[in-house]
């Protein structure tokens, strides 16, 4: 028994590689011989003719699988590879003694559904691989191309574990880094490069409101159109942000249809439209802004998030539900911290995300906490030095005109503190001087949002403003003691 398989794109080489290796180990261990018995296109040694060799294995080849994933049904080679594959099988079968009702060429769907698929790869039996009775079914027509005589006795043995079998495949699959939103959706980008979400609705002076809203209302329709594959395809947090985009593009064109069939406003001397209610423009440009924002976070993968929650802990609504979200990611701090200081975990740490620094301000305190008197302390703390600044840096540009009500930017910083103040008492640190400026610059942060808060004269606000002002202002009090630094001395000799 030989199987080919052919992919298109990294998400497809790791699948094509994933299933080679659970088709040898879990599922046809007894009829394979061995690896060699399923050939992985891009396995073909390079400096050889790719078709001679090809047509030497694929005369012995019992069938072939296509990984379909949304960058082969885009790649020409795999158009070809698949064609000159089905006619080398079709010549082959038609020569020996196999059941010829079969179709020797299967596609496995990975983040497609069968009705993407047109052209010649259509014609084939498609198979989703997250559907156990569908992949069991196709195992079966897999045995019958090798003969009776073996798939019978097999089939039945596959029969018994395959419950076990089907759970390995999923973890398999699962193990395969997701690919970018942008190689699922090449034409995601190019929807949003129009007037009708680049430009401000203020700034719109011809305002053709009609055709700002049907621009908004084709880019809907065709992120609707690839919402079930992009919920197969990509990461979770990525598909909370697509879902999140559709609702906010739907609210955008309901916004803009306010102003359709309205009067001409009047354009003022600096160029902008006086629009009438002033309330209708300002809803388009909330949404607006908040599309450019999702667009540009989905389209840069610098901008990837390092754990799932980190789209749902940034649009939760209070500090308690983000509370929660901390909570339940605590159990897993201990084993992330043991690998904080790889390399590799450098964009976790720079990460554009609230939830990941504080995750990773976490685990840096369990490190710090774990290591008192440990050789790589310094190393430790000028990482949290590090970490605190940047945070703190962060909080400023956010405590701007719009500062955000539920004060997360001060709950990041807040963490990020954390793993300076709770070392033991008098620790060298030969970066005293960086810490005082991190101290004085938060203090500073402090009062003036303080007084920017207290002018707006709202209980609520300020009241959640002065919980987390305490806590802040307690960590540094802390880190004065610690490190004994000069503002600490200065107070007690005042006292004094």
């Not at 080489?13 to 599922?27: F, M, R, S, T």
């Not at 939103?181 to 011809?206: A, W, Y």
């Not at 540009?296 to 610098?302: G, I, N, Q, Y």
């Amino acid at each position: 028994m030989k199987i080919f398989i052919c992919w298109s794109g990294e998400w497809g080489k790791g699948a094509a590689e994933q299933i080679k290796a659970w088709l040898c180990e879990d599922v046809f261990r007894d009829v394979l011989r061995d690896t060699d018995d399923v050939l992985v296109s891009g396995d073909i040694t390079k400096g050889v003719l790719w078709f001679d060799e090809l047509t030497g294995f694929l005369d012995q080849a019992s069938a072939a699988l296509v990984c379909l994933t949304p960058a082969a049904l885009r790649s020409r080679w795999v158009h070809y590879e698949v064609g000159a594959v089905a006619k080398a099988l079709t010549a082959s079968r038609a020569q020996s003694e196999s059941d010829s009702r079969l179709a020797p060429v299967f596609t496995l769907l990975l983040g497609v559904n069968a009705g993407e698929i047109d052209g010649p790869l259509a014609s084939f039996q498609s198979t989703s691989v997250q559907d156990a009775t569908d992949t069991r079914r196709l195992m079966g027509d897999l045995l019958r191309l090798v003969g009776d005589g073996v798939g019978q006795a097999e089939g039945e043995a596959l029969n018994r574990r395959w419950p076990v079998t089907w759970k390995k495949l999923q973890e398999r699959l699962a193990g395969i880094p997701k690919p970018y939103l942008t190689d699922v959706f090449p034409e995601f980008d190019g929807l949003f490069r129009r007037k009708t979400f680049q430009e401000s609705i203020f700034e719109c002076v011809n305002q053709k409101w009609l055709e700002r809203y049907d621009g908004a209302c084709a880019t809907l329709k065709a992120l609707r159109d690839r919402e079930a594959t992009i919920e197969q395809a990509c990461r979770p947090h990525v598909v909370d942000m697509y879902k999140a985009l559709i609702a906010t593009v739907d609210e955008y064109a309901m916004a803009v249809s306010l102003l359709v069939g309205t009067k001409t406003f009047e354009v003022d001397t600096n160029g902008r439209v006086v629009i009438d209610p002033v309330g209708a423009g300002e809803a388009c440009e909330l949404r607006r802004k908040r599309i450019k924002s999702l667009v540009a976070r989905l389209t840069d993968p610098l901008q990837a998030a390092q754990f799932e929650e980190a789209f749902r802990f940034e649009v939760a609504e209070s500090p308690a539900e983000k509370k929660s979200f901390i909570q339940r990611r605590a159990a897993d701090v201990g084993t992330a911290a043991r690998a904080l200081l790889d390399p590799r975990n450098d964009g976790w740490r720079s990460s554009d995300w609230d939830y990941d620094r504080i995750i990773y301000s976490l685990c840096l305190e369990a490190r710090v906490r774990s290591s008192p008197g440990a050789s790589d302390l310094p190393t430790l703390l000028g990482t949290a030095l590090e970490r605190a600044t940047m945070d703190l840096e962060r909080a400023q540009v956010r405590e701007g005109m719009y500062p955000p009500p539920d004060c997360c930017h001060l709950m990041t910083l807040s963490y990020a503190l954390g793993p300076l103040e709770c070392v033991p008492m008098r620790t060298a640190f030969d970066r005293t001087d960086e810490l005082e400026y991190l101290v004085r610059a938060t203090r500073e942060l402090l009062a003036r949002g303080h007084t920017a808060r207290d002018a707006r004269k709202d209980p609520a606000v300020m009241a959640m403003w002065e919980s987390f002002e305490t806590v802040i202002d307690n960590s540094l009090g802390r880190i004065e003691r610690v490190f004994g630094l000069g503002a600490v001395a200065a107070r007690e000799a005042n006292v004094r």
